[in-house]
């Protein structure tokens, strides 16, 4: 497991992810439609030029996601950084019979999935981003009111993300129900759920260790881009 989580969008890329990556030998991200994600195989100088070599000029951007230490060659810049953890399951929550419904999200849903990705920020979200996994929502008067699905896939393991909730019906435990089902599904399919967090946000890592998730590592992010 430690050897697929130290760079764990390289890990996705290389496997079960790979028919969404545009690559080389020594780098590779995903299609920029569908998630800025990105990551060189190892932090040599020709790995991080093939990574460089995958961003265009101008606006195009990546994030990268890794255990080790990021290191950028000189014509690339980090626009932002932070650090984060990963999070493993290390006890099943199993979802409360008594709980909100919960249905999938369609193509249909995808307009209201982006506007309230937009609105609470749980990371980056694009139109496309919901062809990486399932997503399922809570409709309370016809309105998107939380969501969450997956993410990152990778042999064994599967990301829970995307967990968010509209300012107008925070504190139901929305967040809760949907991360404990969306982690249902992945178990019964035979994965391991994991997810992210930033590392100062204590909150969520709170709920994320009373749903049975514990720390399994610091990661680093950053926010990359070419040098003007």
Not at 64 to 73: M, N, T, Y
Not at 167 to 174: I, S
Request: include cysteine.
């Amino acid at each position: 497991m430690s050897q697929s989580f130290n760079r764990i969008v390289w890990s996705a890329l290389t496997s079960r992810q790979q028919g969404f990556a545009r690559s080389n030998s020594l780098a590779v991200r995903f299609d920029p439609q569908i998630s800025p994600f990105a990551a060189s195989k190892n932090n040599s100088q020709d790995a991080l030029q093939a990574l460089a070599d995958l961003i265009g000029p101008g606006d195009d951007y990546v994030y990268l996601l890794q255990k080790e230490a990021i290191s950028l060659p000189s014509n690339l810049e980090a626009e932002f950084s932070a650090l984060g953890v990963l999070m493993t399951e290390q006890t099943a929550s199993t979802p409360k019979p008594d709980g909100p419904d919960i249905r999938p999200l369609v193509t249909s849903d995808i307009p209201e999935m982006v506007a309230l990705a937009e609105l609470t920020k749980p990371g980056p979200f694009k139109h496309r981003t919901p062809e990486l996994g399932a997503f399922w929502g809570i409709k309370i008067d016809d309105r998107l009111a939380a969501m969450a699905g997956t993410r990152l896939n990778l042999d064994g393991f599967t990301e829970v993300s995307g967990i968010c909730t509209h300012p107008d019906f925070q504190g139901r435990g929305l967040a809760t129900s949907l991360s404990r089902h969306v982690a249902s599904e992945i178990r019964a399919r035979g994965d391991t759920p994991f997810l992210h967090a930033f590392a100062d946000n204590h909150g969520a890592i709170a709920l994320y260790r009373k749903l049975g998730f514990e720390i399994w590592s610091e990661v680093n992010v950053a926010k990359v881009r070419h040098r003007p």
